[in-house]
C-alpha cells in the first residue's frame, strides 16, 4: 500500500440480494486519478465465485450487481476490493463480509 495521499478505498458494502446476485457499494477517496478496481466475491470456502473489473474509474462512488456463477455458494460470502494504476501498483485492498437483506 502506499502512503494516505494515494487512493484508497473509504469502504465497501455488499448485501445478498435474489436470484444469486451481490449488490455492491465502493466509495473511494475523493483524491484518485481514474484507478482500476477489481472485486472478488469469496464463498466459505474462499473459492472465487464472481469477480468484475472496472478500468479507469472517473466517480468516487460506484455501485453495481455481482452475479454469483455457482449454485449453492457456501455462505458467509465475503468480497474483496483493491485498486490499482497497473497490475504491480496495488494502491488499496479492503475485505468485508456479504450481508444478507434485512
Given at each position: 500500500?502506499?502512503?494516505?495521499?494515494?487512493n484508497?478505498?473509504?469502504?465497501?458494502?455488499?448485501?445478498e440480494?435474489?436470484?444469486?446476485?451481490?449488490?455492491?457499494?465502493?466509495?473511494?477517496?475523493?483524491?484518485?486519478?481514474?484507478?482500476?478496481?477489481?472485486?472478488?466475491?469469496?464463498?466459505?470456502?474462499?473459492?472465487?465465485?464472481?469477480?468484475?473489473?472496472?478500468?479507469?474509474?472517473?466517480?468516487?462512488?460506484?455501485?453495481?450487481?455481482?452475479?454469483?456463477?455457482?449454485?449453492?455458494?457456501?455462505?458467509?460470502?465475503?468480497?474483496?476490493?483493491?485498486?490499482?494504476?497497473?497490475?504491480?501498483?496495488?494502491?488499496?485492498?479492503?475485505?468485508?463480509?456479504?450481508?444478507?437483506?434485512?
Amino acid at each position: 500500500m502506499t502512503d494516505s495521499s494515494a487512493n484508497t478505498i473509504k469502504s465497501i458494502v455488499g448485501t445478498e440480494i435474489a436470484g444469486n446476485r451481490v449488490h455492491v457499494v465502493v466509495v473511494l477517496s475523493e483524491n484518485h486519478s481514474k484507478p482500476n478496481l477489481a472485486m472478488i466475491l469469496f464463498d466459505a470456502l474462499g473459492n472465487e465465485i464472481s469477480r468484475s473489473l472496472i478500468l479507469g474509474v472517473l466517480d468516487p462512488h460506484v455501485e453495481f450487481t455481482l452475479h454469483i456463477r455457482v449454485p449453492d455458494a457456501k455462505s458467509p460470502l465475503s468480497l474483496t476490493g483493491t485498486t490499482f494504476i497497473e497490475e504491480e501498483q496495488l494502491i488499496d485492498s479492503k475485505s468485508v463480509e456479504v450481508t444478507g437483506l434485512v
